[in-house]
């Protein structure tokens, strides 16, 4: 009940490059150590989202390989083939 909140992080304006957590966001960054999952540097994009309790994000599609890191709470996630 009450209000819902959402951020997902995006470059400043004007800037084309993909959304990097890590330089939008080195404090925090700082505090989180992901397994190395591939090379540095060798990822499309890094991408911080935030939300309140009991938000829901709509049903889209990912072009590019994915990986969700949970920090606090819960999340259901729904595939499909």
Known sequence: EGEQYYL?????????EASQFESLF???AADVALPLLCAP??????????SSAGSALWM????MDNVLAQ??????????P
């Open 71 to 80: 920090l606090v709470g819960h999340k259901r996630v729904v595939l499909y």
């Open 60 to 63: 889209h599609y990912d072009t």
């Open 8 to 16: 997902r992080s995006v470059q400043p304006p004007g800037v084309k």
């Open 41 to 50: 540097g060798g990822h499309h994009s890094s991408v911080l989202r935030m």
């Open 26 to 28: 080195p404090e925090l």
